[in-house]
């Protein structure tokens, strides 16, 4: 027992080095055999638990699935605040945003029970029916949780979905409007038709009324020759086509609304950062269940990618947007490091394999130890055969402990060789697009 033991010491040893442990306010789990996996919790049914580890000092992670008939002792966070999760609007709408990665991470974030539904929004726009499609999703899940959108840029489609969501926030130096309806053809840019106009932007203001807003918003952000008026009645904002009052969007232009604007109008308020929503749609403090949604959303979209050559679009954006060059980039770097980490999940399944077979021999040694003492017990030469199965369980558990070892450590290398990988495309990765608002 006292080899097993030892090795099961080098066993816990090897799976602190590929990062067992380490997280600040993870749940804690200690399994009936001594082993202690620390992580987020990703997922949870009637008879396991998911948790994804994080390799420290790294980006890499992997996911460990826990019987709960096997789980000794469970130490969950303490977190403050009311639960929620983060869904992202991140790039081109059709092609690094879609109704299906926008459908999928609404999916993973129902088992962790958020109170609240941020969608962070960084989008020059994009295609009308994707922009549809997702904004029929947020308005049926506003029927069951609160739903914020944070806006760091919404132009075009983007807007249209910021405007889809009960409360909108703005960050300091963000801009939210310009949702013309536009064709994109092989030889370029063209209007549409006056009555599938007509037919967009009645159903883009039914999803503005619908989430609470005034309509003249999203009208403004759509008719050139729209004047909107903005006036101050009880305190609240009151807009109108004719004065008297300020002149929030004169004829000729199109509205692009700046966070001091959208406050004004009633529409959105301003926030520092995903902290300051929470305290303003709280009153308190709040904290994000689980990070699965937002990359479960992210990796659906990245592997999506397709636009065909003749798109029904909302044109949208400004001369400083990002190139649609430099986005593409990011998502390419960001399938990379999808691609990665499931290369780490491969390697860590192979060593968490390795460790149960080693593990399962180490008991059947010992069985066949303990059933040859219990038959040599009343026989004459009864201590000579026990002495023999005890060296013979000592070399067997030395026997099974550096198999185990030379097996894993080709898998560790590879592991460390990947989270350098993950960690230099991580760094590209930032130089290429802002990052998102994250608490």
Known sequence: MKYKGMLRCGIALVAACIGLCGMVRADVIVTQNGRRYEGDLVGENATSVTLRVEVPGSSLSFTQQIAKSHIKSWDRPNHVGVPYVRIPIVGEIGTAVTGESVRKGLAEAQQFRPAYLVFVIDSNGGRVDATFEICDLIQEAARKYRVVACVKKAYSGGAMIAMACPEIFMVPGSEMGAAVPMQITRVGVRDIEAKFASAIEGKERTYVTTAGHNDLIMRGMMEMNLPIYLNQKDGKAVLDTSGPGMLLKPRGQILTLTPEDAQKC?????????????????????????????????????????????????????????????????????????????????????????????????????????????????????????AIAKETLRKRLMDLQNERDAAVAPLQADADTTMAEINKLRQEEATEVAGTPRQ
């Open 266 to 386: 009633g529409v959105a308020r301003i926030a520092g950062d995903l902290a300051d929503v929470g305290k303003q749609v709280t009153g308190g403090a709040w904290y994000e269940a689980s990070h699965e949604p937002w990359d479960v959303a992210s990796h659906v979209a990245s592997s999506q990618q397709q636009i065909a050559p003749q798109t029904l679009r909302m044109q949208g954006g400004s001369p400083n947007a990002g190139s649609s060059d430099t986005r593409s980039q990011a998502i390419a770097i960001r399938e990379q490091i999808f691609q990665l980490q499931a290369k780490a999940n491969s390697d860590t399944a192979a060593i968490n394999d390795l460790t149960a077979k080693c593990n399962k021999d180490c008991d059947d040694a010992n069985t066949n130890y303990h059933n040859t003492a219990a038959a040599a017990a009343n026989d004459r030469n009864g201590a000579y055969e026990i």
